[in-house]
């Protein structure tokens, strides 16, 4: 493929938001009340309408006839680029709040970021993108002080999510071969590492919570390499267009 880093390079971006949206999606009918509720599945489509942008780009540099709902749709696990962090069950309210901050706070300084791309299509979706995500910051945020300075169960249940959610962080700012070759187009996630960390360190203190301490990450999740989650993911969201081929978005 001509442009295999590009297209390689999109689906780690797409593949975050699909895998995260099918999270937040999972959460309907579940919220705390109805107004939160509507919320999580607001990002959840905000997410899947940010994906189809993406793949619809993606399919038309692969010059193989691929449409984005092939490239959604009908891949394996291991062909997935999403990080880790994004896959992770909805174990409680907090961890999928913690999960959804953790991510938030990443993807609007990556968006910023992006805007400046020299790759003029990658540039104007990061420009449409970018109000959405900033909404889901604020949400998020929101949610972790809401959470972290309320009653000593919701405190309690947010530094645990916090604390297990952690360990996937740092994949965010791992580069890829595909990710390396995108420095030259004006993108270069190590450069958002310190301020994430100073970013969520500081809302963590207003939230009366604890910044973790640990040192250790995992990572894979960009090699295509995920935990046991993803598969059980997958089954769910590749159900239909697998039992019913060429159905369309």
Request: aromatic content about 10%; proline content about 2%; glycine content about 8%.
């Amino acid at each position: 493929m001509k442009n295999e880093n590009l297209y390689n390079y999109i689906l780690g971006i797409a593949d975050n938001s699909l895998i995260l949206g099918q999270r937040m999606g999972e959460l309907c009918g579940h919220g705390p009340s109805l107004e939160t509720d509507i919320a999580c599945t607001n990002i959840s489509l905000d997410l899947f309408g940010q994906v189809r942008s993406y793949f619809q780009y993606a399919g038309k540099i692969s010059g193989d006839g691929r449409t984005e709902d092939d490239i959604a749709m009908l891949r394996k696990e291991c062909e997935y680029r999403n990080v880790l962090l994004v896959e992770q069950p909805n174990t409680n309210f907090a961890y999928s709040i913690g999960r959804q901050f953790l991510f938030d706070v990443y993807h609007l300084a990556f968006l910023e970021q992006l805007q400046k791309s020299t790759d003029l299509t990658l540039s104007a979706i990061a420009n449409k993108c970018i109000k959405e995500v900033s909404y889901h910051e604020r949400f998020s945020s929101d949610w972790v002080k809401r959470l972290g300075d309320g009653t000593e169960e919701s405190k309690a249940k947010m530094q645990e999510a916090i604390n297990s959610l952690w360990t996937y962080t740092d994949e965010l700012f791992h580069q890829t071969e595909a990710d390396k070759a995108m420095v030259a187009e004006g993108v270069d996630v190590t450069k958002l590492k310190d301020a994430y960390y100073k970013n969520v360190g500081e809302l963590l203190e207003e939230s009366t919570l604890e910044t973790p301490e640990s040192k250790w990450f995992q990572k894979g999740g960009k090699e295509g390499v995920h935990t046991e989650h993803l598969g059980y993911l997958l089954s769910d969201l590749q159900y239909m267009q697998r039992a019913y081929p060429n159905m369309e978005w």
